[in-house]
């Protein structure tokens, strides 16, 4: 009975882990949209102060890594970067959006940006939306559940379980 009870709790949790995928995926992506708005802030203000001395965004990156001066270099550097992330969230943010929503929690591990996941994992709200993807997720986490409790319990019960002595006709 309590084995019984057990067991299903075992697949009950998978069921409610996986239909928190699309949830915290949404979440995710409000946090990548708030990262993505203020990183393009920044490479539109760089890129009005390089216009300013009439070079390109690139050209005025370039000809802060090339002073010989660290402080100017260090600067050029972390410019770079930021141009960088910016293309890096932009890719992530669209290729999030274009894709089914079926689909966007697998897109997300491909696209995953570290910093953004710690911010939306440290404000992550559960939920439970009557939708198809929260649906068929929930439907996978009750096959990869039942799956794991059936290989845990084949395990288990060959481990407790002796194997059985040899029958008479074994011996002979």
């Not at 084995?3 to 992506?29: E, G, N, T």
């Not at 939306?120 to 009750?142: Q, R, Y």
């Not at 290989?151 to 060959?158: H, T």
Request: net charge neutral; glycine share 6%; charged share 15%.
């Amino acid at each position: 009975m309590i084995a019984r009870v057990l067991s299903r709790l075992f697949v009950v949790i998978f069921v409610l882990l996986f239909s928190q995928l699309p949830v915290f995926v949404d979440q995710y992506v409000i946090r990548l949209e708030g990262h993505l708005a203020e990183s393009s802030r920044q490479i539109a203000a760089i890129t009005e102060a390089a216009s300013l001395g009439g070079k390109t965004l690139n050209a005025y990156i370039t000809k802060f890594l090339e002073q010989s001066d660290a402080d100017f270099k260090a600067q050029g550097t972390v410019m770079q970067d930021a141009v960088e992330r910016n293309l890096f969230l932009s890719t992530a943010c669209e290729a999030l959006h274009s894709q089914n929503p079926l689909l966007r929690p697998v897109v997300f591990v491909r696209y995953v940006d570290t910093h953004v996941f710690a911010d939306a994992w440290k404000s992550f709200a559960p939920g439970l939306t009557l939708t198809l993807d929260v649906g068929v997720w929930a439907l996978i986490g009750l096959v990869i559940g039942w799956v794991l409790l059936m290989a845990l319990r084949g395990l288990w019960q060959s481990l407790v379980r002796p194997s059985s002595p040899p029958s008479v006709e074994q011996k002979k």
